[in-house]
């Protein structure tokens, strides 16, 4: 009998994908966490590699049959190290990649950060980071997260006559509360971070400082953000956002703790690895080594400041008032509307975006005055300057028509015209 593709076996779920592959083509995605995969990195995902098991680590294994499973890994280690080390600052490691360890098999940036809490923690340890209200992550201490529970969470903020982040205030938070693990990362922060600040306070109390750089690891990459390899004792990573690959993890480390955090990865937190997204991610660690990449990464920061600019010349405000890297976030107080109808006004007209806490928000987590967008997506796409700020403009008229559906049609029907000359990597059109 003859094997069915998915559009026999299971027309439903094809028609679905089918469904997102065209709104994906048609509309500007601007939430900050999302990208497009290249078609190479969605076929390693989607290859066979899913079929195998391979508890432990390369050569390592308490599965046979890894001959290989294990190159695979391997390579992705090694090509991750040559990257990352290009871009490596002082500090422990000298950026050699022979100072760096690595590990691939994190499920996703969440469960990279757990393990850093196994690999050097206890219950009840003190950690800080950035509060989540300041654009920091659940996964930094926050209340709801199992890291907020099992841990005292001490989290610092930011100012609130600027909304960024105050190394003075961090510093003596810390020297009141002498954390144990010091988190440098965010996750709607739009200004670069000073890693060497946090390093500092972290020898200053003994604390172990981690570096979550989730959002801007293809910025690190391709050495247009500062980077923390080389300063932080362990470093964080999802990698799918801006260095768009598959939605997966990866950890780097002083060589000092690699055993630790090996263990606290496996056999501490999970199974087998995701020998397909192992693969996936090596794909885009080469596809990250091209120059190309470098050319990517930089039009990406462009165009966040171009399309911060817009904004703020129509009106808006924009928190630290423009943006440092990838992504922005507006408050829409003086807008008159929250960030929740405002997104999904957006959302009608074809722009993705994703309602968004601002520093000092009034309003409930689920209801709150601002909006989240960044550039990865678009730039991937091709777009630049002049895209941009047509970007701002459709923006603009969206919220202040959010209530007027032929408009939103009208603007949607502008935007998928627009992304009509611009195909998006990976998808099938």
């Not at 499920?107 to 850093?116: C, F, I, M």
């Not at 690999?119 to 980071?129: C, K, R």
């Not at 002498?178 to 600040?197: E, H, I, N, S, V």
């Not at 701002?392 to 559906?405: C, F, K, L, Q, Y």
Request: proline share 5%; glycine share 10%.
């Amino acid at each position: 009998m003859a094997e069915r593709n998915l559009h026999q076996a299971d027309p439903e779920i094809a028609k679905l994908i089918d469904d997102e592959n065209v709104r994906e083509h048609d509309s500007m995605r601007l939430i900050a966490s999302e990208n497009y995969a290249s078609r190479a990195v969605m076929e390693a995902t989607g290859s066979c590699l899913t079929n195998k098991y391979s508890e432990g680590y390369a050569r390592k294994r308490y599965y046979e049959g890894q001959q290989v499973i294990d190159q695979v890994e391997e390579l992705a280690i090694a090509r991750l190290k040559e990257l990352f080390s290009r871009h490596a600052s002082g500090g422990g490691l000298t950026g050699a990649e022979d100072d760096l360890h690595v590990n691939v098999q994190p499920y996703s940036g969440s469960p990279a950060n757990l393990a850093v809490y196994l690999a050097f923690l206890q219950p009840g340890d003190v950690v800080m980071g950035l509060g989540l209200p300041a654009g920091g992550h659940l996964t930094h201490g926050h209340s709801v997260s199992i890291t907020g529970k099992y841990f005292k969470s001490v989290p610092f903020g930011v100012r609130r006559e600027d909304h960024r982040i105050d190394m003075e205030d961090v510093r003596r938070l810390a020297l009141e509360h002498r954390p144990k693990l010091l988190w440098a990362g965010t996750t709607a922060y739009p200004r670069t971070l000073d890693f060497a600040a946090f390093r500092s306070i972290a020898d200053e109390v003994g604390a172990i400082l981690a570096a979550d750089i989730a959002h801007i690891s293809g910025l690190v990459a391709a050495g247009v953000h500062p980077s923390p390899i080389g300063i932080a004792d362990v470093v964080t990573s999802t990698t799918h956002k801006t260095f768009r690959g598959p939605r997966g993890g990866m950890i780097f480390c002083k060589k000092t703790h690699a055993s630790a955090i090996d263990k606290a990865v496996f056999p501490g937190l999970q199974g087998g690895p995701h020998n397909h997204t192992t693969a996936a991610i090596a794909v885009a660690a080469r596809e990250a080594l091209d120059p190309s990449f470098t050319v990517y990464a930089q039009r990406v920061v462009d165009n966040a400041k171009v399309l911060a600019a817009g904004l703020v010349d129509l009106g808006f405000d924009v928190t630290t008032g423009g943006t440092d890297n990838h992504l922005m976030l507006l408050d829409l107080t003086r807008k008159n509307i929250a960030g929740k109808p405002a997104a999904r006004a957006l959302d009608r007209a074809g722009i993705v975006g994703n309602y968004n806490a601002v520093p000092f928000d009034p309003r409930k987590p689920f209801d709150p005055s601002g909006l989240r967008i960044g550039t990865p997506a678009v730039t991937s796409r091709g777009m630049g300057k002049v895209e941009m700020e047509k970007l701002a403009v459709w923006i603009d008229r969206a919220i202040g028509s959010a209530t007027d559906e032929a408009e939103l049609g009208q603007i949607a029907q502008e935007v998928k015209d627009l992304c009509a000359k611009f195909p998006a990597p990976g998808l099938r059109i």
